[in-house]
């Protein structure tokens, strides 16, 4: 049986470079953010190329980010949570990921904050909910209430992530 010879574009194939969201998602690995963090930013940088029909976001610079920004609180009507997180994830793609500045961001227009008051329960009211739960979901609330938890965070915790000599997670 003879050897068959290796055609030539595949002797001289490089390692193809990771994908343009696959480096976002290392990227955010690397800093140890939470995953919902990373498919946030990965689902923004998405929406943002799709506004600019498909475009690469290092062919855009400030004004296409400019643009998007202003789309999302004028024809979104996002919050402005929603629009801050927008922003925080295009300046992540350019500062962190290619590090490079994306520019002078200016004439933005934002989205305005409501103004709220903060709804605070009293401590007759936190027992009343806690009352009437039961099960996981009471275990899941009183964990919540009393060491900060987020949901996530509690729902995964596990046997050896709490100190019960100490009464601490």
Avoid at 2 to 31: H, M, N, S, W, Y
Wanted: hydrophobic share 45%; with cysteine; aromatic share 8%.
């Amino acid at each position: 049986m003879t050897a068959q010879p290796i055609p030539t574009g595949f002797a001289a194939a490089q390692p193809r470079q990771p994908r343009l969201l696959d480096r976002v998602r290392e990227a955010c690995r690397i800093r140890h953010y939470r995953i919902r963090t990373e498919e946030a930013y990965v689902d923004w940088i998405q929406r943002f190329m799709l506004f600019h029909h498909k475009r690469h976001p290092l062919e855009m610079e400030a004004a296409e980010i400019n643009q998007f920004l202003t789309h999302l609180a004028l024809n979104g009507q996002v919050s402005a949570s929603t629009q801050n997180q927008a922003f925080a994830a295009l300046l992540f793609l350019y500062q962190k990921v290619w590090e490079v500045a994306p520019g002078q961001i200016a004439g933005v227009v934002w989205a305005q904050r409501p103004t709220r008051l903060p709804v605070v329960l009293t401590r007759p009211e936190v027992g009343a909910i806690l009352g009437r739960m039961t099960g996981v979901p009471r275990l899941v609330g009183l964990l919540l209430y009393g060491s900060g938890l987020r949901v996530l965070e509690a729902l995964r915790l596990r046997n050896h992530d709490v100190d019960f000599t100490r009464g601490s997670c």
